[in-house]
């Protein structure tokens, strides 16, 4: 009996990474629930044995998948705010931001069927872990820009907060006008009263 190839820490990685990138696209395009294993594996050309040696389940890879986008997408809103420590740049990152949600609706609507169905397998310690916690990085993204607020912290975060929640109603914006645009109008508005 021919014994089973064993995957070097290089193929490993690769293969983790091509996993969550197809993993990301099936998020985005199926949904959880109708992306399988198989498909991802045949997708990725490897068997389902391979995959079973790298996630024990397939909510371990859609979890990895989504705390990947998360530290991507933080880390993309402290580049901009490092590299323009300004309202504008500001702005710009809470621009950035919403366009990121548009394109992943589970990263921030996470009340339907089909991320509950994901959640529910999860243990406690990984939802605790899903769960950003957004007044932090708030703090940590004025620190990194450099800024100094007008009004007071907490209510601060509450307009971004609720600026960034105009997301939900893209449905009922976008049949009468552009929803970027007018997301972009109000986080620059927002903004430049938020700021000194």
């Not at 949600?101 to 990263?107: H, T």
Request: aromatic residues 12%.
């Amino acid at each position: 009996m021919p014994s089973k190839p064993v995957l070097s820490d290089t193929d490993k990685k690769a293969i983790r990474q091509k996993l969550e990138e197809l993993c990301e696209e099936c998020w985005i395009t199926q949904g959880y629930k109708k992306t399988s294993i198989k498909n991802l594996c045949d997708r990725s050309l490897i068997s389902i044995g391979t995959f079973y040696t790298l996630y024990p389940t397939k909510e371990d890879l859609f979890f990895e998948t989504i705390i990947n986008i998360q530290r991507r997408l933080a880390e993309k809103v402290l580049d901009i705010n490092k590299n323009s420590q300004t309202k504008e740049g500001f702005a710009q990152s809470m621009k950035k931001l919403f366009r990121e949600y548009d394109s992943k609706p589970f990263l921030y609507n996470v009340n339907t069927p089909d991320f509950q169905s994901f959640a529910a397998k999860l243990p406690e310690e990984m939802i605790k872990k899903i769960k950003l916690d957004s007044f932090d990085f708030f703090r940590q993204v004025i620190h990194t820009a450099n800024l100094s607020l007008k009004i007071e912290e907490a209510q601060a975060y509450g307009i971004l907060s609720a600026l960034l929640s105009t997301i939900s109603a893209k449905e009922t914006l976008s049949a009468t006008c552009d929803y970027f645009a007018v997301f972009d109008f109000m986080a620059d508005k927002l903004v430049a009263e938020i700021f000194v």
